[in-house]
């Protein structure tokens, strides 16, 4: 399944791995999943429909 997704690397400020880690523990979710779940939100509010995960 993995080689159907898209890998994209990041580089994050200093301190967010240690905030997106926290936040994703809170929720039980994985770091990815936690991104995921941020970037979800914010085109949500922007009003922005993304495609279905197959």
Known sequence: ?????????????????????SEAKKSHRSMNAEIIAAIET?????GVQLEAAS
């Open 1 to 21: 399944m993995s080689k159907d997704l898209n890998k994209f690397v990041v580089r994050l400020p200093e301190g967010w791995r240690d905030t997106i880690k």
């Open 42 to 46: 914010a085109m949500r509010i922007k």
